[in-house]
Each structure stands twice: as structure tokens, then as C-alpha cells.
């Protein structure tokens, strides 16, 4: 027996009911059990870290991967879903920072390492419960009671076990390299992690002057970052460019020739030379600056490939302490390395006129000292990308410093070539942002010089120098004297013990930095299972994994650092699949924050509008991959379009159905002896379930859900059921009526199905209310909709195409001569071929009933009615397939008619406005002042009493009753009372 629903649909109070319902028979892991020994769907969870409070970003992806996982646990795979948690890194340290009251390392060091640490811990999962209760909230189906989480011994010792496996491949090194580095964390950063923080920003760039060595000329360069001038030890030119010395403006001047073109445009200037930049090299200039006295020769021009001619004037200043590329210059020319700026970002003391002031805020100074001592030759705005800290959103440094490495950048081909066996969606980022990424490859900056984060496990001998990298707690055991347990592979722990060198038995000591957490993060493919130490069959049975998802900004974070360490230890993708999210942002497109208080709480949304109006906003709306606008009203315009018409659609069913009592065995109707009506809706069914799933396949779910959309409102709301109304208001059980139930149970159950992960909880909603006893306890432990091709009849549903194109052209006639629907025409004239009419013949009922009209005559032209147009008793207009014709001259039979269901609309409004229920019956009074209409409306009696469920009609001068109104249909004042029995 199908269930009575509820009259309102209540999002929030039907969720949880529906979430009761799968956490007290446990349908979450039935679900899994129900598909264990079949073909494994791998997933791989991108661990967020929980220091933090979800953010709508959050919700997306989750959404996203649930409804992938849900689709192929339906489809037959066994889908096991790991929860993560990313425990390590500055996001935590931060967190601590705030609340603690630290501002820099040296107040951590006050502090004490082991107390932060412990602090950090215990900051680890501040906000667990909020992500718990969300992700459970938007029906997200993943085991957080059995995740992998980054701090425990188990998986750093899985982490340090790869270090040494690199390590043994000599591909983990120390090195002295320009690093980024940020200044207010205290430590490097890594390509992939600078490149998830860039912005553009608007700084001045200056023109410089340096004088030339016994001469009375300049080398003119050009730099965006003034505060390197301090540092400054040569200056490049590219070796085979022209070159100019000029006199302009009273100096005289060195540049390019090219530049010099462009920057003095329109300007006068006399050429007093012109050589090649090679013939430059060596040439000494009067340094800048001398705070530092350099150890090696400097202050002299060194040729280089990388001097551009697209901006500046063809002179660039070198600094090897700040720039990559001024510092490879350096080691080939030998050139001193003048580092006079902090870790904290600061000058140092020698720099005396802007001692300990950040560098940044120190170009203004610098520029005016510049132009005090008339070596400034100009100022431009220039508006460019610059690094920031992606955590604490500080301006990034480059800085020469010691580091430890991984030799990427040996591995770059390995890279390219398996990232070639990935499927990425969208395509486009495999060869474009990702692609062109790994192909650069540069060495990752590993090592970080701060706390809380996995230690780097290299030990080095005081005595002799030896170096080894522990690759488990049983080698680090073995090392030491003094290992005990319980133990933590954290700091302070692995630098308390007394760890031997395995050459001479001296003490060692252990390089004090902790790893870059990205290098814990792509980890996860083997240090979820503990890998090598334990569950081997089980990681390779998973590696690599067939899906993950996460958003944009992790392609050249989380992406990156997987398929990388997999790389180097597997030289296998750790992915078949990856789907990248687009951003979510604010109403107006922009991103979102607190702090611009453009953020909207998603708990609110699911209280109001519902987890699903949400979920399938997020999933319909645009590509996965592009951005998406996350706002209330959108959410809204959801629920009121999709949402709501799907539960009144199948509360408008259920409501009879229960009624009726309707039983799907007892009362089923064989498909071949349903009307075409109910075999078209079933055959488009089929098509759109074929839709579907080839959407869904390829990450298309905006397609896929569309697709439904479409059905759910176009073809079963707005076409089937409202065509299928008048076969359920009769009395006894016939034959049509339930071939009609029949159709709606069986498109029901399959869109319960269809639907389910997009909507889980209005989907189980509607399986439960319908469900017989033999079927399985959740519609998310059955299998996924398969395409019943006996159901497929494209003939029928190209007819019933042209049918509603006609209908709504009808529809379009008559609104341009002003007869509403309900007012009947004698007759419409479709001008079509052969092959039309006798496809669309079997259905002109449909048309007749739909464009109101007795008779519908088929042509082959239109000539013969072009009297009957001209005199305007006849409309027209054209057609894919022809013309279509309305005879709009209207006779008093047909007003009588059209007013007598302009009657029948008003009593079904004040059945409403009693709060009547569909059974209920009533008793029915009519005042007419037209008498003449009166008297032809007694012919519909009947009529109006079938449809209003009136047990009497009567037309009287008074008419009364429990509520009466009066309305002005077709110029004639109607008074109506209605009464319940």
C-alpha cells in the first residue's frame, strides 16, 4: 500500500527524520556490506584539516563526492569511503599562535617547543564536531569513526619509511638554493605551495642609475623590488643585443637599443655609441651601497641569457641573496652572496639608516634616498603577480639558504609521463595549469624550520659526519639507547633520544626541521594502511585509487603532491581520475570571506530550504569545474522550482494512490494495454535514465541533473500529470484509472532511484512511502536504474514532441487574440505532411483537450481557409512542420462552456480556502445575473459537480453556504456558495 504523505513538505523536519532512519538501522555501512566481493570503486579522501570551521567551499566538494560515490555504490561497485583528517603544518601552528598570544618564532622559543606542540594537538580537531555534524547534515556518506589522521605514529612512520626510500635513491639532499620564504612563519616554502598564493598588487618599479668606473656615464637598469638594491653585486646584460650609450636629459646613459626606443619614444636623445652587450662584460661600475664589504670581486657586468628585451631598459641588478636566477648567475661568475636582510623580513643592523625595518615598507625610503642622490632616473606604477604566504597572506622573500630538498626536477619526465595515464575533468588542465606546472619540475623544498609537522628523519654523527635517514621506528629503535614507550615520533620525543651513528658510535643529532605538510597529505595513498609495515595487499589492491575530487586550488597543491610522491616512490599516477571543482563565491562572484562578511552559514540553508534545494543548487547549476554563486535566494529558487515540484508530483500521486488503496500487484496493468499517454512518459523514462548515467559518467552532473529537472517539471508535472488528473477523480477502480496508478508507481519508484544520490533524503523519502515489503530497507541499497529497452517507443515520443509544439502554438494564438484556455473554439486546422498527421493522429485528443477546441482537421495547405483569415474569424501561425490554424469566432454554447469551468477554478479555490481534503463532498449554490447564460450553464451541471466533488448543484437568486464569493467571469457577475456535507 502506498502511504499517505504529509500535506507540507518541511525540508529540515523530514531530513532528519531521514537520517534517524539510516543511523538506526545502520543503511550507511549496509550499503558497503551489500556490495563486498564486488569490483572496488577506489575513492581517496582529500583530508581537510578540522582547526578550522567548514566553509561552503567544503560543503561543494563533499556534496560532489558523495553523489559520485553513491552513484557507483548503486551501480554495483564497492565503494569504501575513509575519512581523513590533515593534522600537521602551519594552519595549526597559527591557530595556537592567535590563541596563546605568539607573534613570532622567537616567542614560540619562549614559550617552549613541547608545550606548543602539545598545544597544537589539542588544537588538532577544535572544530570536529562541526564537521562531523555537517558532513552528516548534507547526507555525506563517509567512515569518520575509522579515519587516517596525519599525527598518528602509524602513519609518520609509513611517511618516514618514503623519505627513505628517496633518500636511498639520492634523491633527498641538502642544498643552498634562493628559496621562497616567509618571513613572518619563519620557513621556506614549496613551487606548489607559492603557486596557491598569488595576487596582483600594484608597487613601484624605478629606473637606477649606476655609475660606470672612471667614467662620467650610467648603466641604466630597472627593478621592481628596490629594497634588493641593498644587496646588489653586479648588473646583466644579455650578450648578443644591441647596445646604446646616449645622452639624454644631461646624462649619459647605457641601456638597450631596443628599450631605449621604447622607453624614450617621442623623445630626443643623441647616440654617442653602440657596441654588443658582450663587449660589456667585466666593465666595473661604483656600487650603490656599501654596507658589507664582499669577500669575492663584485660590481661589474656579467652577461646573461635571461635579460629579457619586453620590459625594463636591458640592464638588470643582481642580488644572488634574493632572486633564483641572480644567484645561479653568481656561482658561475664567482660573485659574492651580500645577505643583509633577517629572517623575520627586517635589515640588519649594518644597513643603518633603516635598521630593522621590513623590507617592503623600506622601498619608499630607499627611493627617495635614490633620488636625493640624483640616481634616480624615473618612478613607474607597475602592476604585476606577487607570492604570498597562502596562510598567513604574508608578502613572500626569496632568500639564499640552506634547505633540504627532493630532486624533482630528475624525476620531471616520470612526472609528465604519468600524468598522461590520468583522466582529468575538466580535460583542459592536464596539459594547460597542471601539465604546464610539472613540466617545469623544479626541487621541492621540503624541510621546514618549525614545530608541530612530521620530523625530518635524518640524523646526523657529531664525530664523523655520517649521515642516515630512519625509514622506521624498529631502525630508530635499533639506533637508540634510550627509546621508550609510549612514544610520539613528534618533537621534542625523536630529539630526546640518544641515537648512535651505525659507523663510530658517536652521538648523532637530528636536522631539527619537520616536513612540508603537502609531503603528509600525498602520503595518503600508503600511510592510511601503514604501508610497508602492515596491510600490504590491501594498499595495492587500492593504489592506484579510481577518484578523487577537491576544488581548483588544490591542482598544484594536493594534486600535485600526490601524483609526485607517487612518482618517486611507485613511478605510477596515484590516480586514474580527478575531478577538479571550481571556486565558490558570493552573489556578485566574488570570494568569500568572514571578514567581508559576504559569508553564508550553510547550517542556515539547511534549516530553511534543506540539505537536498541545497545540494542539487550546487549540483544543476554550472560544470563542476567552473564557479559557482553560493546565496540564499538561489537556493531557494531551487526548492520552490525542482524540489517542490517533485514532492507535489508524487504527493499529487500518493494522496489518490492511498486513497484508492492502490496495489501495485492487485491492480497492475500490462504496459501494451495503457494508453499512449502512460507509454510515452515510461519510454521517456528510459531516455532519460540513459541521460543520466552517460552524464554522470563523465563528471557531467550539471547535465545529468538538468536531465531530470527537465522530466521531473516539463514531462511529468507540467505534460503527464496534469493530463492524467480527470482519470483518478472517478469513483470505482477501471481499468484506466489504474493503468494510470500503475505508470505513476513505476516512474516514481525508478525516479526515487534515479535520484538518490543527487537528493538523498526526498529520494528515501518517497522509496520508503512506496516501497513493498519484498524490496530492499533503503532505496540507497538498490541497484541504479538500467534502461528497460522493451519501454523505449521514439516514435511515440517524437509524436507526442510535434503534439506539444502544437499545443503550445495553440496556446500562443490565442494569447495574441485575447481567449483564455478555459474558454472552448470550434476547431483548429494543423497544415502538415502525411507523415505527421498519421503520427500525431492517435493523440489528437491531447491537442483537442489542451487547446480547447471540438475538432482538429489535418491539410496539406492552408489556401483553402485564406477567405476565413482575412475576415479574421481565423488566426495562424507557422510551424516546424507547417502552419497551425484557430477558428476564433466564439458562439454562445462555447462561452456557456468556458464559463462554467471559470466556475468549476473558483470552487476548487474555495475548497482550498475551507481547508477541505480531496474526499471531502460538498453541497453547491450558483447565483447567475445573466439569465440567458443561467440557462445554458444547466447543461454543465453535471459537469461542474464532477469536478468541484459537489453532491448537488443548484442555480439560485441567494446563494449560501460555509463561504461565498463573488467574482465578474466574461462580463457576467457569479455568486458562488459552497457547504461541506
Known sequence: MVKQPPQQYKPAVLEKEIQRFWDENNIFHKSMKNREGRKPFVFLEGPPTANGSPHPGHVLTRIMKDTILRYKTMSGYYVARKAGWDTHGLPVEIEVEKKVGLESKQDIEKYGAEKFNEECKRSTFKYEKEWVEMTKRIGFWIDMDNPYITLKNEYIESVWWSLKQIWEKKLLYKGHKVVPYCPRCGTVLSAHEVAQGYREVKEPSIFVKFKVKGEDAYFLAWTTTPWTLISNVALA????????????????????????????????????????????????????????????????????????????????????????????????????????????????????????????????????????????????????????????????????????????????????????????????????????????GKDWALSRDRYWGTPLPIWTCTECGHQVCVGSVEELKQLSTNFSEPYDLHKPYVDQLDVRCPECGARMKREEEVIDCWYDSGSAPFAQWHYPMENEEVFEKNFPVDFIC?????????????????????????????????????????????????????????????????????????????????????????????????????????????????????????????????????????????????????????????????????????????????RLWLEEMTNDKAACYSTMYEVFLNLSKLVAPFIPFLSENIYLSIKDNGMPESVHLCDYPEVTKELVDENLEEAMKTVREVVELGRTLRSKVGIKIRYPLSRAVVVCSKKVEDSVKPLVDLVKEEINVKEVIFSRD????????????????????????????????????????????????????????????????????????????????????????????????????????????????????????
Request: net charge negative.
Open 237 to 440: 646584460v644579455h650578450p648578443d643585443e644591441a647596445y646604446l650609450k646616449i645622452k639624454y636629459d644631461g646624462d649619459v646613459l647605457i641601456l638597450a637599443e631596443e628599450r631605449a626606443a621604447a622607453i624614450l619614444k617621442g623623445k630626443e636623445y643623441e647616440v654617442l655609441d653602440r657596441f654588443m652587450g658582450k663587449e660589456l662584460e667585466k666593465k666595473e661600475y661604483e656600487p650603490l651601497f656599501t654596507f658589507e664589504t664582499p669577500d669575492k670581486p663584485a660590481w661589474y657586468v656579467i652577461c646573461a641569457d635571461f635579460v629579457t628585451m619586453e620590459e625594463g631598459t636591458g640592464i638588470v641588478h643582481i642580488a644572488p641573496a634574493f632572486g633564483e636566477e641572480d644567484y645561479e648567475a653568481g656561482k658561475k661568475y664567482g660573485l659574492p652572496v651580500i645577505q643583509l636582510v633577517k629572517k623575520d623580513g627586517t635589515f640588519h643592523e649594518k644597513v643603518t639608516p633603516w635598521t630593522g625595518l621590513f623590507v617592503k615598507d623600506a622601498d619608499p625610503k630607499i627611493i627617495e634616498h635614490l633620488r636625493e642622490r640624483n640616481l634616480l632616473a624615473g618612478v613607474r606604477e607597475y602592476t604585476h603577480d606577487y607570492p604570498f604566504c597562502w596562510r598567513c597572506e604574508s608578502p613572500l622573500l626569496y632568500y639564499a639558504m640552506e634547505s633540504w630538498f627532493i630532486a624533482i626536477s630528475k624525476r620531471r619526465e616520470n612526472l609528465v609521463k604519468n600524468n598522461e595515464q590520468i583522466e582529468w575533468y575538466p580535460e583542459h588542465i592536464k596539459h594547460g595549469r597542471f601539465g604546464d606546472f610539472i613540466s617545469e
Open 862 to 981: 492552408k489556401k483553402p481557409f485564406q477567405q476565413q483569415i482575412d475576415n479574421k474569424e481565423m488566426v495562424d501561425v507557422e510551424s516546424k512542420e507547417g502552419f497551425l490554424l484557430l477558428d476564433v469566432v466564439q458562439t454562445p454554447e462555447l462561452i456557456a462552456e468556458g464559463v462554467s469551468r471559470e466556475i468549476v477554478r473558483r470552487i476548487q479555490s474555495m475548497r482550498k480556502g475551507l481547508d477541505l481534503a480531496i474526499e471531502d463532498r460538498i453541497s453547491t449554490k450558483i447565483m447567475v445575473d445573466n439569465a440567458e447564460l443561467r440557462e445554458t450553464l444547466e447543461e454543465w451541471k453535471n459537469y461542474i459537480a464532477e469536478e468541484t466533488r459537489s453532491k448537488e448543484i443548484e442555480f439560485t437568486a441567494k446563494p449560501e453556504g460555509n463561504l461565498v464569493k463573488s467574482w465578474k467571469l466574461n462580463d457576467t457577475e457569479v455568486t458562488i456558495g459552497i457547504a461541506k456535507i
Open 550 to 726: 577537491e576544488a581548483l586550488d588544490q591542482t598544484r597543491g594536493w594534486f600535485y603532491s600526490l601524483l609526485a610522491i607517487s612518482t618517486l616512490l611507485f613511478d605510477k599516477p596515484a590516480y586514474k581520475r580527478v575531478l577538479t571543482l571550481g571556486l565558490v563565491l558570493d552573489k556578485d562572484g566574488q570570494k568569500m570571506s568572514k571578514s567581508k562578511r559576504n559569508y553564508v552559514d550553510p547550517s542556515m540553508i539547511f534549516e530553511k530550504e534543506g540539505a537536498d534545494a541545497l545540494r542539487w543548487y550546487l549540483l544543476s547549476t554550472n560544470a563542476p569545474w567552473m564557479p559557482i554563486r553560493f546565496y540564499e535566494d538561489a537556493v531557494k529558487e531551487t526548492l520552490g522550482g525542482f524540489i517542490l515540484t517533485l514532492w507535489n508530483s508524487y504527493r499529487f500521486f500518493a494522496t489518490y494512490a492511498s486513497l484508492d488503496g492502490f496495489n501495485p500487484e492487485k491492480h497492475n496493468v500490462a504496459v501494451e494495454e495503457r494508453t499512449s499517454l502512460d507509454r510515452w512518459i515510461l519510454s521517456r523514462l528510459q531516455r532519460v535514465t540513459r541521460e543520466v548515467k552517460e552524464n554522470i559518467e563523465r563528471f557531467e552532473v550539471h547535465r545529468a541533473t538538468r536531465a531530470i529537472e527537465d522530466f521531473v517539471v516539463e514531462d511529468l508535472s507540467n505534460w503527464y500529470i496534469r493530463r492524467s488528473r480527470k
